[in-house]
């Protein structure tokens, strides 16, 4: 683990979460504070902003919090020091690549809005710009 510890309002610019929504994800259980401070302030590592990173870009995806857990839950075991067996190893992969799957389903899902979006703006645009004097 690294050395630095930052208290939970750097931590909140740096992955654009709000402090309610940390706490929040700390009481869910997602990620807790690596360390307390003397006057008891949630203390972060690296570490825990890469986990809170890896929640911020899963929520957009619409992924519930068990499954955010489950993911990172996988990933820890995958990247821990502790020995897996092959059978252990081959199945925590294979949960990984069903995540992967579907959050590729949900960014095929959000370009399809995302372009009907545009094109909607786009006939607004064109409908504004008819209407210009």
């Known amino acids: 683990m690294d050395g630095k510890h ?67 839950d996988a990933t820890d075991r995958l990247d821990g020091d502790s020995l897996l067996d092959a059978g252990e190893r081959e199945k925590l992969l294979a949960r990984v690549r069903a995540y992967q799957h579907a959050a590729a389903e949900q960014v095929e899902k959000l370009r399809v809005q995302l372009a009907r979006a545009e094109d909607f703006e786009a006939t607004l645009r064109a409908r504004s710009d008819d209407a210009a004097p």
């Open 6 to 72: 930052m208290q939970i309002g750097e931590v909140a610019a740096r992955t654009e979460l709000s402090l309610r929504t940390i706490r929040h994800y700390d009481e869910a259980g997602l990620v807790a504070p690596s360390a307390r401070s003397q006057g008891g302030f949630r203390l972060y590592t690296e570490t825990d902003v890469a986990r809170l990173m890896v929640i911020r870009r899963m929520k957009p995806l619409g992924f519930t919090l068990d499954q955010m857990r489950e993911l990172l």
